[in-house]
């Protein structure tokens, strides 16, 4: 299956990202937010695209799951 470069959802453009054939995500940045324990925590309205294009791809039957990192970054990642 080919993926797109860069797939975007409610607004928010998702980058694919290919390390190599087993490390392969969308990424996208939103602003850095901050939960009850200050722990850092992405953006909501990014959170739902994120959770929109994980079921897209699995729609497409792909395996992915979602994450996010420090600094405002959300993952989808493919799974092989």
Not at 3 to 20: P, R
Not at 52 to 69: A, R
Request: charged share 30%.
């Amino acid at each position: 299956m080919e993926l797109s470069k860069n797939i975007t959802v409610n607004g928010w453009d998702f980058e694919l990202v290919v390390n190599d054939t087993n490390d392969r995500f969308y990424q996208c940045r939103g602003e850095v937010m901050y939960d009850d324990e200050h722990d850092e925590i992405p953006e909501p309205s990014l959170w739902r695209a994120a959770e929109k294009l994980e079921e897209i791809l699995t729609k497409d039957g792909l395996n992915v799951y979602m994450g996010h990192s420090e600094k405002g970054w959300v993952e989808v990642t493919i799974n092989q």
